[in-house]
């Protein structure tokens, strides 16, 4: 049903370190793009924010022979979990993903200029056979309580509907 759409939230791409490892500075795209340079190796989830890593922000920072020979996309699990074993010295992934690794810290949010949003929206389908169901969760979704837990998250959600 499309009056029934609503969007609730968006996810952004951060970085993470293995935990005890200082954070570097990644606030300006110049100060990301150092980051990238000189570390020693990079992780990447295999999914969405990965695939626009590898795909156009290297390429874009104009620095994508020097990094993707030390970089590892991550295929299965989580990029944190590649950090907390030590098996990269940074990684980017969705931020509601890495927060919920133990054994790393999360730095930051990609830079505004080169940082790519996902929009999670939720809707009642065309046919649903409990679009009451439907409604009474995106409710929730939408609720105080609902925000401030997508928040805790990792998301930014989206209010004012």
């Known amino acids: 049903m499309a009056a029934s759409r609503v969007d609730l939230a968006r ?3 951060g ?3 293995r ?3 200082p954070k570097p500075d990644i606030s300006t795209v110049d100060a990301l793009k150092r980051v990238l340079l000189q570390a020693e190796s990079i992780a990447y989830s295999a999914q969405v924010s990965g695939v626009y890593l590898a795909t156009e922000l290297f ?10 020979t030390k970089s590892t996309r991550v295929e299965v699990g989580r990029v944190g979990a590649v950090l907390a074993r030590g098996e990269a010295e940074i990684g980017f992934q969705q931020i509601s993903e890495l927060l919920e690794v133990p054994g790393i810290d999360y730095v930051g949010p990609l830079p505004a200029e080169v940082q790519r949003v996902t929009v999670f929206s939720a809707a009642i389908a065309v046919g649903a056979r409990h ?10 979704f939408a609720s105080p309580i609902g925000l401030e837990t997508m ?3 990792g998301l930014d959600p989206i209010s004012g509907r």
Request: hydrophobic share 55%; glycine share 6%; no cysteine.
């Open 131 to 140: 679009p009451d169901a439907a409604l009474a969760l995106i409710e929730f």
């Open 11 to 13: 996810s952004r791409i």
């Open 59 to 68: 390429s874009r920072l104009g620095i994508v022979d020097q990094v993707m």
């Open 151 to 153: 928040a805790k998250s």
């Open 19 to 21: 935990r005890g490892i």
């Open 15 to 17: 970085m993470a370190v």
